[in-house]
């Protein structure tokens, strides 16, 4: 089983850009199907109010006949203090299997961290290069399992990505995906570092190809059962402590319309550093 474990749907309400306007799966299923990936993680565009989001992605898992998984986004910030209530909806009430968030929202928390440990799931975080979170992470909560979306960085930042790689081969539960890593050096770097179980197969769709990126990983000629792990059986064990098909009740409500709460380019990791220094 081929399982891309980092895929966008839904509906955003930005339009800054596609990463919070929208995510339409009618070209990334045709193209997922020619190149034999049999299940895809899906979770939300950047959203002013993910309670929402999420129920969207919800309604996109439960109509799908287990077609895909579902992880639950959240904003360590805008959500402080009800983070669990959010992820509790997600897992009993939708069968998600993970928590998702993203740097350019706001930087990881415990209280996202425990959570996850609450439920027995994984979390996928995208550091935008602050990679140095994987250390604190895989020290503090040991028994959560992390996915490090990008090798550490989408926006292709080559030290941030090579100083990952000893933070994925030092610490078991830290993981990574491979979505939109650029550098095949680095790919081939992080499986005789780390070892083949310690990476899943991601495409960032619907915006990047899942074909080309598949084809990252074939390119690595591992053997069938390393490339094995790679391809699902690492998700599967990641999520082996939470497994649920979809349970999504009448009470699903359109998604709301409200303004977005301000914007920077996700995937610009100066961006960031630079709007944290003013």
Request: glycine share 10%; hydrophobic share 45%.
């Amino acid at each position: 089983m081929i399982i891309d474990c980092h895929c966008h749907a839904g509906t955003g309400d930005g339009l800054t850009g596609p990463w919070d306007t929208s995510a339409p799966l009618d070209r990334y299923l045709p193209r997922a199907a020619r190149a034999g990936i049999d299940r895809t993680v899906l979770f939300a565009v950047f959203h002013s109010d993910y309670g929402v989001a999420n129920r969207e992605v919800a309604r996109i898992v439960a109509g799908t006949e287990g077609r895909f998984f579902g992880f639950a986004f959240v904003h360590a910030e805008r959500d402080r203090g009800g983070i669990e209530d959010l992820v509790r909806v997600a897992v009993e009430r939708y069968g998600f299997v993970g928590i998702k968030l993203h740097r350019h929202d706001a930087r990881i928390t415990r209280e996202v961290c425990e959570a996850a440990a609450a439920f027995g799931i994984p979390v996928l975080y995208d550091p935008v290069a602050e990679v140095s979170v994987a250390e604190l992470l895989a020290v503090e909560y040991p028994r959560v399992n992390f996915i490090i979306a990008h090798l550490g960085s989408f926006s292709d930042d080559w030290r941030a990505q090579l100083a990952f790689i000893d933070l994925l081969a030092r610490h078991p539960n830290i993981h990574a995906d491979t979505s939109g890593v650029r550098r095949f050096d680095l790919l081939e770097l992080a499986v005789a570092r780390a070892g083949p179980e310690k990476l899943l197969f991601g495409s960032d769709g619907p915006w990047l190809h899942p074909g080309v990126e598949l084809a990252k990983i074939v390119a690595l000629g591992l053997g069938p059962v390393e490339q094995g792990l790679i391809l699902g059986g690492n998700f599967l064990r990641l999520i082996s402590g939470r497994y649920a098909t979809s349970r999504v009740g009448s009470g699903i409500r359109p998604a709301s319309t409200a303004p977005p709460i301000g914007f920077r380019d996700p995937w610009d990791g100066e961006s960031i550093r630079s709007s944290d220094r003013r």
